[in-house]
């Protein structure tokens, strides 16, 4: 939760976890059902809810980029 905001990727995850690509995807997939990324996603999201609730005046960009998406319109057809 820390830095969700970053530029996370599949491979860099893994490293960050001190296991193999293929080891990570599995190990993550057991243990949320979900693909690492589609978890960052849905973390961020979460993330995204307590900034809006918390934050009422911030802009949809303000939060999309707060919680790491690399685009406003992105964020919103996630979040959707």
Not at 34 to 48: A, C, D, F, G
Not at 71 to 79: C, P, W
Request: glycine share 4%; hydrophobic share 30%.
């Amino acid at each position: 939760d820390k830095n969700l905001s970053e530029e996370w990727t599949i491979e860099r995850m893994s490293q960050s976890a001190g296991v193999g690509l293929t080891r990570f995807t599995h190990h993550c997939k057991q243990l949320t059902n979900l693909t690492p990324m589609r978890y960052l996603t849905m973390r961020r999201l979460e993330m995204s809810k307590r900034i809006l609730l918390e934050n009422p005046n911030y802009t949809v960009g303000d939060v999309a980029y707060s919680c790491g998406f690399t685009t406003s319109q992105y964020f919103s057809t996630v979040f959707k």
